[in-house]
């Protein structure tokens, strides 16, 4: 019966990895992502420390090897090479637990307007709750569909299963914005398009944070989260947006190369730019006024959650 379910389930499911320069520690990982069942299928993102090579010993395993680092968008390379209806996206620091999948599975039939569900984050060996799962589970927006779960506008990128389609028409990530929050403009897209996103906290995942590359990368955080507010909102709600960045952002140069990247960004900020509708700017407003209720609290004293009554 178990061989039947894992059988299964691997018809159901594919894992798409995105590894970079991590040959001396993916070990573990795929070790974890093997015992899952179901076909695997890692990305190397132009490493240059052998992680290739490593990935190959695994006869078990995929491995698409791209020429570059491309960041985020290597992980439609492994999105084209898979062949399954539904893939969970896995970065080379972590994993997901077996409990749980084929339900994943399921409620993605279920519910033909499901387009994502992001994993209930556990850290390191200790596992603690990941700050961004429990916010992800005091979701403020009002659940209209009937869906399980709470409301999500945006998601964590190596912790979501995903409809295959969805991902595909929404035309997975945009090379433009490397890695660093990359996951908005894919989750506007998606929002956009009318595919639900939710948080599922039975649907489990552990993240042991690898740091090596998380300096360089702020600069690309303050660059995207700017691009992409101008690429997707009104005028108005977009400088609102901006004006908090900007002023909560500490200034060292990550924050002078970040808003240099971002005005770089303008010509094709500006032949792309198309806004969402006034609904969906209203509810990212919400999940707005929470972050500046929570981070500076004297320019917001009103209570930021909405009635879900009404």
Not at 127 to 136: F, K, Q, T, Y
Not at 211 to 218: F, H, I, Q, S
Request: with cysteine.
């Amino acid at each position: 019966m178990a061989g039947d379910q894992a059988s299964a389930l691997s018809r159901r499911l594919s894992v798409v990895l995105l590894a970079h320069n991590c040959a001396h520690r993916i070990g573990p990982v795929l070790e974890h992502l093997l015992q899952l069942g179901i076909p695997v299928i890692a990305v190397d993102n132009g490493s240059v420390d052998g992680t290739a090579e490593v990935l190959r010993r695994y006869n078990e395993i995929d491995v698409v090897a791209l020429p570059a680092n491309i960041g985020a968008a290597g992980r439609n390379a492994g999105a084209a090479a898979s062949h399954t209806p539904y893939l969970l996206f896995c970065d080379d620091d972590g994993w997901y637990e077996r409990d749980g999948l084929d339900e994943v599975c399921d409620l993605f039939e279920e519910h033909p307007t499901l387009g994502l569900l992001n994993a209930r984050i556990l850290v390191r060996e200790e596992n603690r709750l990941d700050p961004i799962s429990a916010e992800m589970a005091d979701s403020p927006l009002r659940d209209e569909m009937g869906l399980p779960g709470t409301v999500l506008l945006s998601f964590m990128a190596g912790a979501v299963a995903v409809r295959a389609s969805a991902f595909k028409e929404a035309g997975g990530y945009d090379e433009r914005f490397f890695i660093g929050g990359e996951e908005e403009t894919l989750a506007l897209k998606l929002a956009k398009a009318g595919w639900q996103m939710r948080y599922i906290d039975w649907f489990v995942m552990h993240h042991h944070p690898s740091l090596e590359n998380a300096g360089r990368l702020r600069a690309f955080g303050l660059r995207n989260t700017l691009v992409n507010s101008w690429l997707h909102r009104p005028w108005r709600s977009a400088v609102r947006w901006t004006a908090f960045t900007l002023a909560d952002t500490p200034k060292n140069a990550d924050f002078a190369k970040g808003v240099a990247m971002s005005l770089r960004a303008l010509p094709w900020i500006l032949q792309e730019r198309s806004p969402m509708t006034a609904d969906l700017d209203e509810a990212l407003s919400i999940l707005d006024r929470r972050r500046f209720a929570e981070r500076r609290p004297f320019w917001n004293r009103r209570a930021w959650r909405p009635d879900k009554q009404h």
